[in-house]
T-cell receptor, first 114, second 116 residues
């Protein structure tokens, strides 16, 4: 069975400082991994995806994530937080091909302080 | 830019009533999904739909739930007799433009269902 664990339910950073949102996955097969972001009253937006190509994945708005098979991790990072990054972030896994169900982590709320 | 839309944004209903949540997926997509998020919990997969039939469903998706694509544009989720525990945010998603091998699932903004 596949699952994801987001290690922090809430992360608070100051504007301009680095962001690290942690995610570990469990999968019996080669996973596809995603990070989605949800701003208040908005739908879920894809930040980036890993689908067995390069292990360092770059996404929108300066975010990136590194797939580490040995650590079963897919942590999300950004060098410098912006106020507009404040949102809920979800780490997601799927192994049922590209049209299969998504399995979500619990979510991490990112707070950005001025 | 094309987007998935959902109506209504908020639905309040009495326990035991039927509700229909509506979604308009991106027009050239082939796969359609419903997910839900109970307050404070994970987003959970409910069902996927392709070629006018259910391709996968979760154990949550019991006989009280049904999905339909009645007219080639709308994708609906019906709950026949709502329970208090059906209160949640329901997200619709679509994926896979025709002519491409893969793409992400695009999500709508959600419908908040409150069962009283």
């Amino acid at each position: 069975a596949q699952s994801v664990t987001q290690l922090d339910s809430h992360v608070s950073v100051s504007e301009g400082t680095p962001v690290l949102l942690r995610c570990n996955y469990s999968s019996s097969y080669s996973p596809s991994l995603f990070w989605y972001v949800q701003h208040p009253n908005k739908g879920l937006q894809l930040l980036l995806k890993y689908t067995s190509a390069a292990t360092l994945v770059k996404g929108i708005n300066g975010f990136e994530a590194e797939f580490k098979k040995s650590e079963t991790s897919f942590h999300l990072t950004k060098p410098s937080a912006h106020m507009s990054d404040a949102a809920e972030y979800f780490c997601v896994v799927t192994v049922s091909g590209n049209t299969g169900k998504l399995i979500f982590g619990q979510g991490t709320t990112l707070q950005v302080k001025p | 830019e094309p987007e998935v839309t959902q109506t209504p944004s908020h639905q309040v209903t009495q326990m035991g009533q039927e509700v229909i949540l509506r979604c308009v997926p991106i027009s050239n997509h082939l796969y359609f999904y419903w997910y839900r998020q109970i307050l404070g919990q994970k987003v959970e997969f409910l069902v996927s739909f392709y070629n006018n039939e259910i391709s996968e469903k979760s154990e949550i998706f019991d006989d009280q739930f049904s999905v339909e694509r009645p007219d080639g544009s709308n994708f609906t989720l019906k709950i026949r007799s709502t329970k208090l525990e059906d209160s949640a945010m329901y997200f619709c998603a679509s994926s896979v433009p025709m002519g491409t091998s893969y793409n992400e699932q695009f999500f709508g903004p959600g419908t908040r269902l409150t069962v009283l």
